[in-house]
Nanobody
Framework: QVQLVESGGGLVQPGGSLRLSCVAS????????MGWYRQAPGKERELVAT???????SYVDSVKGRFTISRDNAKNTVYLQMNSLKPEDTAVYYC???????????WGQGTQVTVSS
């Protein structure tokens, strides 16, 4: 059993920055992929970024060059550094982890990010 807890959301102005954190606790396997999803009002949930246990990363085109996903394996934590934020980034951001060996998937409760003047 794994629990994920996100933090770091809030209200920022366009062009500002936020850093989201997600801490995993419980029975942890190092062979996994962690990621961030987001869901804006009236839209479907979309994949924003992923990072593997070997730190390979991928991003949706709309955030490339602005967002950086990273992880600290010793702390079982994944981060999403968000720079040059735009109003279109406003959404609830969800942390996700997928364990390759067990094929189990877990989700955080979500944290609100609002980009507005």
């Amino acid at each position: 059993q794994v629990q994920l807890v996100e933090s770091g959301g809030g209200l920022v102005q366009p062009g500002g920055s936020l850093r989201l954190s997600c801490v995993a606790s419980g029975s942890i396997s190092s062979f996994n992929r962690m990621g961030w999803y987001r869901q804006a009002p009236g839209k479907e949930r979309e994949l924003v970024a992923t990072v593997t246990s070997s730190s390979s990363t991928s991003y949706v085109d709309s955030v490339k060059g602005r967002f950086t996903i990273s992880r600290d394996n010793a702390k079982n934590t994944v981060y999403l550094q968000m720079n040059s934020l735009k109003p279109e980034d406003t959404a609830v951001y969800y942390c996700n982890v997928y364990y390759y060996l067990s094929r189990n998937e877990y989700w955080g409760q979500g944290t609100q990010v609002t980009v507005s003047s």
